[in-house]
């Protein structure tokens, strides 16, 4: 994903001095929406001292891995390209929000609940390219929504597919409706192109892990019944948010001990394991279904 943005007319017309909260962006898939979030974001913090953006799309990451949600936050504007001053994740264990609606929605909530507890004074939200309605898209929309509550939707569309999604928010006082042409700049990325980007991202990830041996007997496993060789897992921390991913390595039931693949330099802070429902061959960083 290449840095350059070509900022289209439509963009400059948007007054950033009136976006403030929470600011929602959705679209079908290569739509410009990631791109977007990160001009817009860029944007903000010339107005607040601390902006966040909050990465829901747990395909085509673009600040944490896949499979997680990702906040970061800002920090001072003075100078033109933000820093990152700290990041969360949040771990949703799948690269589509299909079957996996509910850890999306509460994992935004809970990175958007950090967001404003650390004093925001506004959170740009991306999102995943699933809009169809029959595959669920339109619901995952609707709800994120009404549960994040943006002041702001920005809505990227090239024809009606966004339709079941806005037409009843475009007359809901709650929310004002932005619909933005999708720029020309945007190049359609095909599913291999996709599958390699992720391959990559864990490819990366993994290069410095080393196996860690832990003892699940005082610990708070969610899923165990996934816990075979292969599988991808989130080591959490006290309030839930994810340290650190690993790949099992070996479970032995009965002594409850557990080798795991992980680049997280120890696991003292960590208070939970939750299992994925990927898997993944660390090295290769080929996920496997
Ligand atoms: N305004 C833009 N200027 C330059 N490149 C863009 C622009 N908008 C999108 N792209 C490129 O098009 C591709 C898809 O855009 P992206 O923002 O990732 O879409 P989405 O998040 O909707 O899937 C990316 O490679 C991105 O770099
Ligand atoms: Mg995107």
Request: proline fraction near 6%; include cysteine.
């Amino acid at each position: 994903m290449s840095d350059e943005i070509r900022v289209p007319p439509a963009w400059k017309r948007v007054d950033v001095s009136t976006l403030t909260g929470t600011i929602m962006i959705i679209g079908a898939s290569d739509t410009g929406k990631s791109t977007f979030a990160r001009y817009l974001f860029r944007r903000l913090v010339e107005y607040y001292p601390r902006v966040g953006l909050l990465d829901c799309d747990v395909g085509q990451s673009s600040l944490g891995l896949p499979t997680t949600l990702t906040l970061a936050l800002s920090t001072s504007a003075t100078e033109g390209k933000p820093a990152w001053n700290g990041r969360l994740a949040y771990f949703v264990g799948a690269i589509s929000p299909r079957g996996h609606m509910l850890p999306v929605v509460v994992g935004a909530h809970k990175l958007q609940r950090r967001a404003q507890q650390w004093g925001v004074g506004a959170v740009v939200v991306d999102t995943t390219g699933l809009v169809d309605a029959a595959a669920g898209g339109g619901a995952l929309k609707q709800w994120k929504i009404e549960l994040l509550e943006p002041t702001t939707v920005f809505a990227f569309a090239r024809g009606v597919e966004l339709e079941h999604i806005l037409w009843p928010w475009r007359r809901d006082p709650r929310v004002r409706v932005i619909e933005l042409p999708v720029p020309r700049a945007v190049r359609e990325r095909t599913r291999e192109t996709r599958i390699r980007y992720r391959v990559e991202r864990w490819k990366n990830y993994f290069s410095r892990a080393d196996t860690l041996q832990l003892s699940l007997r005082q610990l708070a496993v969610f899923g165990l019944e996934a816990m075979t060789p292969g599988q991808l897992l989130a080591l959490q921390d006290a309030d839930g948010f994810a340290l650190g991913l690993g790949v099992v390595r070996s479970y032995d039931p009965h002594t409850q001990a557990v080798a795991i693949y992980t680049p997280l330099p120890s696991l003292e802070d960590v208070s939970s394991i939750r299992l994925g429902t990927l898997r993944l061959n660390p090295a290769t960083g080929r996920e496997m279904y």
